[in-house]
């Protein structure tokens, strides 16, 4: 859980992992599901080095013994039924004589294999899923010879329930199939070496319903006419891929040719571009398409390298558990991320901006060059971040984009302040340290980072070093170590060797370094002393003898004057003799804020650095983020924070302006005492309130007003509970939906960026009835994003039976499965639903998990973040104890979550009695 009162739009999806569901496989040609329960990671694996079972079951890499060079895949898919069927061709490289091969397959239901080795020998073979995770084996009747074989199976298997692997999809009265294979769904497809390390051409070739299109990661070669009202589309081989990047659409789809992106100077040739949607939405997919080209390229424009592929299709999905995903050449997302124009509010088009933007720098990384294995899924994920918003504040250099992606890392910190946090390349033992990899420490800790190195080196020389690696990796697989080389050989300032060393330190443990600033102003020329530990909060069990190789930059003022000064902080102190005469006036311990780093200067220092005019929007940034860290460390006190942060409430940047408001709503959320919450809410009016009426309520604005607008708006009327506002966003949210009227939908009758808080109003103070009409809207509806923002809404209705039906929703279709822990989320977050929501979860904790894809299901350990005391933490743990092992990245996600109630707690032991005496 957040400390936000309204829940982010999807900006990046924590993507995709998956094993496979506790369900056991079909026994198939011979085999199937042996000894999956209660297998552990106690051996070596066949090669020596990769997890095993005690059975000898790699349940990490697999051997290198069989290395596939091409896959042939013809699939049946036919969304109207239950199952599809497919044959699989996979031409393979034994490196030895072999009379068994490991490969990946997840609940298909094989019915014939056969292998033919190097000397042309055709066996029978026999395929078993030996693992719930997907590891299979095919036995062989005798040993096969080294060399070129092919191998051939043939199967079935169902459509997936939970939208992972290759899944169903109904939309007003007709079925569609969509894939989502990263990071270990494939194998719910197609039997293969599911592993990203094995990097081959495929060939894909559908059968389907002669009404339906259907969709590859390559343009279409032939369609064939073929009996029972059929055809077949056989598609272009593709570039190298691994199997997570392989993907299929099939249904009766909207398709919207756009126009072809057009050669620039760095490509010769145009390419193809359509959009795709589901049956009466591609009109909307305008918006979407109309912005794509410039995207690719201001990428190409740096990356000085074409866009890897032959054609470009964007997919919308109606149901998607993902925010979207990479395919080469065929990116999918879901519906709220494309399907918009330009009524929709500013979050909502920056949101499509920095998706779109990801997924498309994914073609550089992650699909033209790829990781060797999932330790470092960062270079995909952490690269995308960092270059979605480093693309877009190239094309819009006044939009703030460079300020998102420090807020992300800032957001990161938070998390990697945790003990529980998991280090950026995490070694990967089972698919629980998959599915835990993709999370803020891999996107956002790693694009803060990956700014840090850019600007330790200069945005030239890291750029070069990005290029190198990409052009001599392009089509392969690279590893961290090959990456930090090309960086590193481009350093000029500081010696490669020592760029790779700080690299690593940042990499390779989990934390974040923390430097506190002294000056000693006792001689001619004053010293200032850098000192690093690790960064712990109150309450924390960490060790802080912790330490980094740390870019560290410095401004501070003398005589009237700012100076800079930039060091490489590689020992645990570091003394620094100013060359200039005199006494600092203030010191701001990072430059531009690109460091990933806290630090912390003496509370008497505060006042003065917030008094210092000419800092960068970045800079104050920092030092906002800064003084919240040393409350939240002990350092500095509840009133001390209070009585400083209208400073930056006045600022004329909109990031710092809203920034203290997570730590004013942490204590309405705890720290607060019942009798003193209506002071609370006072004195949040006293804080924002003029703010917003400099602001208004309305007026054509640019975008940072607009978004300062909706923060003020949301944080005065949800937390303020400012009557006069509330009044009116109610009034404004009943004539949106046509409340006691006609029942229609009125988008005029509100500012799109003011709606998510309206209707959250109206649900709260025009009861029942309200949140009934709203109810049915949502049921009417097919507009994702009207369906979210509804959804949110519905969460704060407090009535018995409204929630009791909501709660139903849950369990039933008449949610979407990605919807789910929305509403979820959203119940526990309310104070007045959270132990009813608590305890409707414990009861009905399986059919929950049931509807999320297995890559997502320990995200539902994070539910009990909303508890606050070692009571409700001891209860949690208790709950999710016997049942985490089976929910995947659920182990890291438990410890988080326990160790973030335990200081939660221990913010309100040091804080409640003060934030009380300063409300007195």
């Known amino acids: 859980m957040t400390f936000s009162r309204l829940p982010c739009l999807y900006l990046l999806a924590v993507l995709f992992l998956t094993a496979c569901d506790s369900a056991t496989a079909p026994d198939s040609a011979g085999g199937g599901?042996?000894?999956?329960?209660?297998?552990?990671?106690?051996?070596?694996?066949?090669?020596?080095?990769?997890?095993?079972?005690?059975?000898?079951?790699?349940?990490?890499?697999?051997?290198r013994k069989a290395l596939p060079k091409h896959y042939a895949l013809e699939l049946t898919i036919l969304p109207d039924e239950e199952r599809f069927s497919g044959r699989a061709r996979i031409e393979i490289e034994l490196t030895e004589s072999l009379d068994r091969i490991w490969l990946h397959g997840n609940r298909l239901e094989v019915s014939g294999v056969t292998l033919t080795d190097a000397d042309g020998a055709v066996m029978t073979g026999r395929y078993r899923q030996l693992d719930k995770t997907g590891v299979a084996q095919v036995t062989l009747p005798r040993a096969a010879s080294a060399g070129a074989a092919t191998l051939e199976i043939i199967y079935d298997a169902p459509f997936d329930q939970s939208l992972e692997g290759l899944y169903r999809v109904e939309e007003d009265g007709n079925a569609y199939a969509f894939t989502q294979f990263e990071a270990t769904s494939a194998r719910l497809a197609f039997p293969g070496f599911d592993d990203p390390f094995f990097k081959v051409p495929f060939d894909v070739s559908l059968i389907v319903d002669a009404q339906h299109s259907a969709f590859g990661n390559t343009p279409s070669r032939r369609e064939t006419p073929l009996a029972n009202g059929r055809k077949q589309i056989d598609f272009e081989t593709s570039k190298p891929l691994p199997t997570y990047l392989v993907a299929f659409a099939v249904g009766p789809f909207d398709?919207?040719?756009?126009?072809?992106?057009?050669?620039?100077?760095?490509?010769?040739?145009?390419?193809?571009?359509?959009?795709i949607a589901v049956k009466g939405k591609g009109e909307q997919l305008a918006y979407a398409l109309e912005h794509t080209a410039e995207i690719i390229w201001a990428l190409e424009d740096y990356f000085r390298i074409p866009y890897p592929y032959r054609k470009l299709d964007i997919v919308a999905v109606p149901d998607f558990s993902a925010g979207a995903m990479e395919n080469a050449g065929l990116i999918t997302y879901r519906e709220k991320l494309l399907l918009l124009d330009d009524k929709a509010s500013v979050e909502r088009k920056r949101a499509y901006q920095a998706v779109h933007a990801h997924e498309l720098a994914h073609q550089w990384f992650g699909n033209l060059v790829t990781p060797v294995w999932w330790d470092d899924i960062w270079l995909n994920e952490a690269f995308a971040t960092w270059m979605s918003f480093t693309a877009l504040d190239r094309l819009e250099p006044d939009a703030a984009f460079d300020q998102d992606l420090l807020h992300r890392s800032q957001k990161a910190m938070q998390t990697d302040g945790l003990t529980s946090a998991r280090q950026i390349r995490q070694p990967i033992l089972s698919n629980h340290d998959i599915a835990s990899a993709f999370d803020g420490i891999t996107y956002s800790k790693g694009g803060g980072v990956l700014s840090m190195f850019e600007n330790f080196m200069s945005a030239e020389q890291f750029?070069?070093?990005?290029?190198?690696?990409?052009?001599?990796?392009?089509?392969?697989?690279?590893?961290?170590?090959?990456?930090?080389?090309?960086?590193?050989?481009?350093?000029?300032?500081?010696?490669?060797?020592?760029?790779?060393?700080?690299?690593?330190?940042?990499?390779?443990?989990?934390?974040?370094?923390?430097?506190?600033?002294?000056?000693?102003?006792?001689?001619?020329?004053?010293?200032?002393?850098?000192?690093?530990?690790?960064?712990?909060?109150?309450?924390?069990?960490?060790?802080?003898?912790?330490?980094w190789q740390v870019p560290v930059c410095l401004a501070y003022g003398i005589d009237g004057a700012r100076h800079d000064e930039c060091r490489l902080l590689e020992a645990p102190e570091l003394e620094m003799p100013l060359p200039q005469l005199g006494?600092?006036?203030?010191?701001?311990?990072?430059?531009?804020?690109?460091?990933?780093?806290?630090?912390?200067?003496?509370?008497?220092?505060?006042?003065?650095?917030?008094?210092?005019?000419?800092?960068?929007?970045?800079?104050?940034?920092?030092?906002?983020?800064?003084?919240?860290?040393?409350?939240?460390?002990?350092?500095?006190?509840?009133?001390?924070?209070l009585q400083l942060i209208p400073a930056l409430i006045d600022s004329p940047v909109q990031k710092v302006a809203v920034a203290p408001i997570a730590q004013l709503e942490f204590m309405t959320d705890y720290l607060v005492k019942p009798g003193d919450k209506r002071a609370l809410e006072e004195l949040f009016v006293e804080l924002y309130g003029a703010r917003l009426e400099k602001v208004g309520l309305q007026g054509d604005s640019d975008s940072e007003t607009v978004r300062l607008r909706q923060e003020l708006v949301a944080f005065l009327a949800l937390d303020g509970r400012a009557a006069p506002l509330r009044k009116k966003l109610a009034a404004d949210a009943a004539a949106y939906i046509g409340f006691g009227t006609d029942n229609r939908l009125h988008e005029q009758a509100i500012d799109s960026n003011l709606l998510d808080t309206a209707l959250i109003v109206a649900v709260e103070d025009r009861g029942s009835a309200f949140a009934r009409a709203l109810m049915q809207r949502f049921l009417d509806s097919r507009d994702a994003a009207f369906r979210d923002r509804a959804l949110t809404a519905l969460g704060h209705a407090t009535d018995a039976d409204t929630v009791r039906e909501l709660r139903g929703w849950m369990l039933s279709d008449r949610l979407r499965d990605n919807e789910v822990l929305r509403l979820l989320d959203t119940q526990l977050d309310n104070p007045d639903l959270r132990e009813s929501s608590w305890q409707w979860l414990k009861a009905n904790i399986d059919a929950v998990t049931g509807r999320l894809p297995t890559w997502r299901q320990g995200r539902i350990a994070a539910a009990g973040d909303v508890f606050c005391n070692e009571s409700r933490k001891q209860e949690v743990g208790r709950f999710f104890a016997p049942r985490i092992e089976g929910l995947e990245g659920g182990p890291r996600?438990?410890?988080?979550?326990l160790e973030q109630i335990e200081l939660c707690e221990a913010m309100v032991r040091r804080h409640q009695s003060g934030l009380r005496e300063y409300l007195k």
């Open 33 to 63: 599901l042996a000894d999956a329960e209660g297998a552990k990671l106690e051996t070596a694996g066949p090669d020596g080095d990769t997890p095993a079972t005690q059975d000898g079951i790699p349940l990490g890499q697999l051997p």
């Open 255 to 275: 398709v919207v040719e756009w126009q072809p992106v057009p050669a620039n100077r760095v490509r010769d040739t145009a390419i193809p571009l359509r959009g």
């Open 463 to 547: 750029r070069q070093g990005i290029r190198h690696y990409l052009q001599k990796f392009a089509f392969g697989t690279a590893s961290a170590d090959d990456f930090i080389e090309a960086i590193s050989e481009e350093a000029t300032q500081v010696e490669p060797q020592r760029v790779a060393n700080a690299f690593r330190s940042f990499l390779e443990q989990p934390g974040l370094p923390h430097v506190e600033v002294t000056v000693d102003c006792s001689e001619e020329r004053a010293v200032m002393t850098l000192s690093q530990s690790r960064y712990l909060p109150l309450g924390s069990r960490g060790n802080a003898d912790q330490s």
């Open 583 to 641: 006494c600092p006036s203030f010191v701001m311990a990072n430059v531009q804020g690109a460091g990933y780093y806290r630090w912390s200067v003496r509370e008497q220092a505060w006042p003065a650095l917030l008094a210092t005019e000419g800092f960068t929007a970045a800079e104050m940034m920092s030092i906002s983020d800064n003084m919240a860290a040393a409350l939240r460390a002990g350092t500095m006190d509840i009133g001390t924070y």
């Open 893 to 897: 996600r438990l410890a988080n979550t």
